[in-house]
């Protein structure tokens, strides 16, 4: 798997001339989970040194959020592990968002569908990816939507974004070091 796989016309342009990835999270109305791998991938982009690499955002496939910040829940438990989630909007997925980015990265096996049923141009079918195929360590498929549940549920979407994250970033690593 590699974090460009093509079609992509608007990359990151880096200090170096070469092009940033670009990677929107998706979920079913952008305020638990795909706001939550966002400000988690930032925060570890950013702690790498690797700002200049990357273009990170998040949508939902339902507009019911839209303008909305993250579930308090959800701003709640980022924050206790340093995350601000506070900044972000809901915003619904748009054809345009698979033109733009490099990577449309799916919480589940629903929002992966919807995704596919979307996509514009088959060509840019291989930019769809479940978020936790970064992660395959974890032996989850799927980041569990913990809106009807308790706080555990907001922990463990948390566990596994961060798993995800490093996985995108570790990806990102053996791609700078083998010169892709």
Same mark, same amino acid.
Request: glycine share 12%; hydrophobic share 40%; charged share 20%.
């Given at each position: 798997?590699?974090?460009?796989?093509?079609?992509?016309?608007?990359?990151?342009?880096?200090? =170096? $001339?070469?092009?940033?990835?670009?990677?929107?999270? #998706?979920?079913?109305?952008?305020? @638990?989970?795909?706001?939550?791998?966002?400000?988690?991938?930032?925060?570890? #982009?950013? %702690?790498?040194?690797?700002?200049?690499?990357?273009?990170?955002?998040?949508? $939902?496939?339902?507009?019911?959020?839209?303008?909305?910040?993250?579930?308090?829940?959800?701003?709640?438990?980022?924050?206790?592990?340093?995350?601000?989630?506070?900044?972000?909007?809901?915003?619904? #997925?748009?054809?345009? =968002?698979?033109? *733009?980015?490099?990577?449309?990265?799916?919480? =589940?096996? =629903?929002?992966?569908?919807?995704?596919?049923?979307? @996509?514009?141009?088959?060509?840019?079918?291989?930019?769809?990816?479940?978020?936790?195929?970064?992660?395959?360590?974890?032996?989850?498929?799927?980041?569990?939507?913990?809106?009807?549940?308790? #706080?555990?549920?907001?922990?463990?979407?948390?566990?596994?974004?961060?798993? $995800?994250? *490093?996985?995108?970033?570790?990806?990102?690593?053996?791609? %700078?070091?083998?010169?892709?």
């Amino acid at each position: 798997m590699i974090l460009h796989p093509g079609g992509c016309s608007s990359g990151v342009t880096r200090q =170096d $001339g070469r092009r940033g990835v670009r990677i929107l999270m #998706v979920c079913l109305g952008n305020i @638990c989970r795909s706001p939550t791998a966002e400000g988690v991938l930032r925060a570890l #982009v950013r %702690q790498a040194g690797h700002e200049s690499h990357f273009f990170i955002d998040s949508a $939902g496939m339902l507009a019911t959020h839209a303008g909305q910040a993250p579930d308090r829940r959800s701003q709640q438990a980022a924050l206790q592990r340093g995350y601000d989630l506070s900044s972000l909007r809901a915003r619904q #997925v748009n054809v345009t =968002d698979f033109q *733009r980015f490099d990577w449309l990265l799916a919480m =589940d096996h =629903d929002n992966l569908a919807g995704l596919q049923r979307l @996509c514009p141009d088959p060509a840019w079918q291989d930019k769809l990816r479940l978020f936790l195929s970064f992660a395959p360590q974890g032996g989850l498929e799927e980041v569990p939507d913990p809106y009807y549940g308790g #706080v555990a549920g907001f922990e463990q979407v948390l566990d596994l974004c961060e798993a $995800g994250a *490093r996985g995108i970033l570790a990806m990102h690593a053996r791609q %700078q070091a083998e010169g892709k």
